[in-house]
């Protein structure tokens, strides 16, 4: 594995556009419903943000932002909240994923699948981005140990 | 050999220039994507999604509309395929530790 930068031209750019790129992937996730974007493409952006730290500043300075042990876990949570929004819709009467029988009261049936889709990206984004990094982290891991 | 390979690119190259001037142009109401019934007699879908989408899940982006919802089994799919692919790249190349 490379060894982590000590330039400080490096360090200071990574810091300064790593919260540009997390703030990009929000707004990419966010605005998915008006313009192109949505769950994968967010968060391959915020993988994208975790990675740079990861090669700038090395694995153990990255543990700080994002640790190893919760991508792993996070990646779960993500597939959990898209299939746990079918279970809800189950729940509330309808099929599975038919976000019109989202159990929100004060709620018509559009505005509950417009909430559905965007609820269904949020778990794709916390997937995708933390794959990726998972998958990251192994393979610098295997390559150290060797 | 080079100049088979040469020739064989140019001649893939023309049929891909001559396939994609044969497409519909742009916002064509009788291009086959877009008919109202299709050629099988059953209703096309894609005449379904672009009159329906907006009013359906109000959400303008008809492209999310029908990734996340009207084909959300889809994309569930796709989320379980990352997540095993990630499941088996943390399983193969974690370090046993006996």
Known sequence: M????????????????????????????????????????GGVL?????????????????????????????????????AGTGIATILG???????????LPGFEAAARRSLGILLVEVGVMIAVASIITVIYDELIQSERDD | MKAV?????????????????QFPSRGDTAAPSHRP?????????????????????????MVTAILADYRSFDTLGETFVVFTGGVACWLLLRRRRP
């Open chain 1, 93 to 103: 009467g309808g099929n599975f994923l038919d976000y019109a029988h989202l159990p």
């Open chain 1, 2 to 41: 490379r060894s982590p930068s000590r330039s400080p031209i490096i360090v200071v750019a990574c810091r300064a556009i790593v919260p540009v790129i997390q703030l990009v992937a929000l707004y990419v996730l966010f605005h998915g419903h008006y313009s192109p974007g949505g769950g994968f493409q």
């Open chain 2, 5 to 21: 390979y040469a020739a064989l690119a140019a001649g893939l190259l023309a049929l891909l220039v001559y396939a994609v001037n």
């Open chain 1, 46 to 82: 915020l993988a994208a943000s975790f990675l740079l730290i990861r090669m700038a500043l090395g694995l153990e300075v990255a543990q700080l932002q994002f640790p190893s042990r919760a991508g792993a876990i996070l990646g779960a949570v993500g597939v959990l909240v898209f």
């Open chain 2, 37 to 61: 019934v299709s050629l099988a007699g059953t209703p096309g879908a894609g005449d379904y999604y672009i009159r329906n989408a907006l009013g359906d899940a109000n959400t303008p982006n």
